[in-house]
């Protein structure tokens, strides 16, 4: 409480103040809202730019990865860069890391045994950051990859899709302009 001194009639006295007066509460609140109104959308925009920042270094890490495991299958006397990827995940394969990497036409297969390994992510049901699922477009499968929160399809993704013969390069399709 605060105690201010008036004249009361010649006299001095004192009287209590009982708290703050309406206008500064209106104010004070007017502050806040604009504060809000300022600073709310740039740490909005920084989860935003978080997600498609994560994305670019998946990306970035798949397209080294591919080229990696490519070339060490090329130069490897027991890779064959000509040989298919199988149905039941087996056949060709590299060791990366101390880890297999199945592969399809020498490059990683679009599986959690190929690229997923090859690129060392892990799926938010294994305790990872990442939603990792497989689609199937115009006859071409592949694997989906997205941060861990609530994206649709085709929004904020990397779309890996192995090669479907020799001599052909993996797709990749960085769609992260709607993080």
């Not at 509460?25 to 740039?42: D, F």
């Not at 087996?90 to 599986?111: D, E, F, K, W």
């Not at 950051?129 to 904020?156: H, M, W």
Request: charged share 15%; aromatic share 6%; with cysteine.
């Amino acid at each position: 409480m605060i105690h201010t001194s008036s004249f009361n009639h010649g006299r001095l006295s004192w009287r209590k103040q009982q708290g703050f007066s309406l206008i500064e509460l209106v104010v004070v609140i007017i502050i806040l809202g604009i504060l809000a109104v300022v600073v709310a959308p740039k740490f909005i925009g920084l989860k935003s730019n978080a997600y498609a920042s994560s994305m670019q270094g998946v990306a970035a890490a798949i397209n080294s990865g591919k080229i990696l495991v490519y070339s060490a299958c090329v130069i490897s006397a027991g890779c064959d860069e000509t040989a298919p990827g199988t149905s039941n995940g087996l056949g060709n394969s590299i060791m990366v890391q101390g880890q297999s990497v199945t592969l399809a036409y020498g490059y990683p297969r679009h599986t959690s045994a190929g690229i997923v390994r090859m690129i060392n992510i892990a799926d938010n049901s294994g305790g990872g950051e990442f939603n990792i699922t497989t689609y199937d477009v115009n006859n071409r499968s592949g694997l989906r990859i997205r941060p861990n929160a609530d994206y649709a399809a085709n929004k904020c993704e990397i779309r890996y899709s192995q090669p479907q013969a020799a001599g052909e390069s993996p797709l990749v399709v960085v769609d992260i302009d709607e993080c």
